[in-house]
């Protein structure tokens, strides 16, 4: 039988080697073959600012993810997902996987970023201007962590640590051996946003005594900005700008409802859009109302402009000017009136002017008062803030508790009061600095609490507030509230040299797929290849073979 057995294959691998190998190739790979890989996870992933502003790119210019994972402590980078825990993340971490042409990074924040060490924190918001200082071609995403994603993270990263401390033989077969993770993107590449509308919106209240009133302006950008889009809630800046400016509007508007309380000024409130893009609402506003028609409160006797930002903690106050006002001018009268309300009812506050001159080579201005004070109308910001160039400014960390009620109410009811002081002229008529036009009740901090929790609930990242956004309706439902004549105006970039451009993908469902590496394939192949080579030897050589075989397995006989 084996006779018959081994002229049988001798025949058909001398006759036919092609349809042998037919037939035994797709049998030993499905005997062999690894399966197919498999969805370890899938996460929702934000992707880094991608805007152009006068002309000038700024942060990642791709979209598309197609790579396996690796963390930053591995050897080699180029072409491979690097993925980092926000604990661990440093810039010169971020510059190496750059520097080494990775396919893309993955930055894992936290849940809850407010419970992060404040160093971190800090480093961080630090971290972020400098990476959306240039353009970069990578790729750069923020997700969320969860225990998959973590679990992830800390696979890959024991497998990339592992590498540097073992000898040649030992990392192949460990990366032979070892699962890893194909991190793949969902959407398509970016492209940029046509038609794309910023939207602002101003209400009034109108003074009584006569047609040339003098005008306050009140103004607060309510658009955030971080790192990332969707994760910019901008709780301090500026959501408590924008809810102290509702809140005056309702107090106000109590003021002026009544005969005896309606004061001769007008009070106009503004809430601008595209803040954090070299305020263009506010641009567009002024250009509309100065430029473009013959009858505006901007036009006529405008008192001053005071933008409210960033106001929803510390113990300071600020007053940032470009010009320091004049003596005898209502500018002058704000400013002496926050010194006299606070020293004599909130000794606690430190209050300040701050003087800085508009640089016009810069390419953004520091304030939205500069956009006032380039059109000549005297305008200041008010802020918790010494200084611009703090990172909390535009910062993802500036999340909801970082505003304290408690030092909102106060600073809203310390710039109340001076506006009532300057309105009513109290101070000329004798009024002493402790009398209190609203009661501590008139403040309401529930109110204000509401509103920022509300502005906080969602990004308002100028590239997510279209014009039908929630975030406009209920601003625009708010102040028909409390003011007449709402408007809603919009600035789109101009087509043919646009100031401002915004791109689209900024979040993505991110796919995790537990894979083998490369050279796991390339060493299959080896073993099917030496495989199939000793079956073909066996086949070609079984007489041979039998023999040997026979000759070992039979039994002896024994000799008497």
Known sequence: ????????????????FPLTFIVFLPAVLILVSPLPAEAAHEFTVYRMQQYDLQGQPYGTRNAILNTEARTVEAEVLSRRCVIMRLADFSYDKYQKALRQSAGAVVIILPK???????DIVQQFMELEPEMLATETIVPVYFAMEDDELLSIYTQTLTSSSSQGSLSAAEVLLHTATANGFQMVTSGAQSKAVSDWAITSL???????????????????????????????YGADSNGSGVSMLLELARLFSKL?????????YNLLFFVSGGGKFNYQGTKRWLEDNLDHT????????????????????????????SKPPKEGTPQYSLLKELELVVASQYPEVKFSMVHKKINLADDMLAWEHERFGI?????????HLPSHRLAQRSSIMDVRPHVDVQKLGRNTKVVAEALARVI????????PGDLQIFSEQMVQEEQLSAVVDWLTAQPRAAQLVDKDSSVVSTLEYHLGRYLKDVKKHYVKADKRDPEFVFYDQLKQTMNAYRVKPAIFDLLLAVCIAAYLGMMYLAIQNFGVLYSVVRRITQPKTKTH
């Open 1 to 16: 039988m084996f006779e018959e057995a081994s002229e049988v294959f001798d025949n058909m691998f001398k006759s036919s």
């Open 112 to 118: 809850n970023m407010s419970a992060m060490p404040q």
């Open 202 to 232: 101003e209400g009034r209240l109108a003074g009584v005594g006569g047609e040339d009133l003098p005008t306050i302006v009140l103004v607060a950008h309510y658009d955030s900005f971080g790192v990332a889009p969707w994760l910019s």
């Open 256 to 264: 002026y409802t009544y005969k005896r309380t309606h004061a001769g």
């Open 294 to 321: 013959d009858s505006s409160l901007l036009q006529d006797n405008v008192a001053f402009v005071l933008c409210l930002d960033t106001l929803g903690n510390g113990d300071s106050m600020h007053l940032h000017v």
């Open 375 to 383: 059109r000549r109308l005297p305008a200041f910001t008010l802020s």
């Open 424 to 431: 009513y002229n109290l101070t000329e008529k004798g009024a």
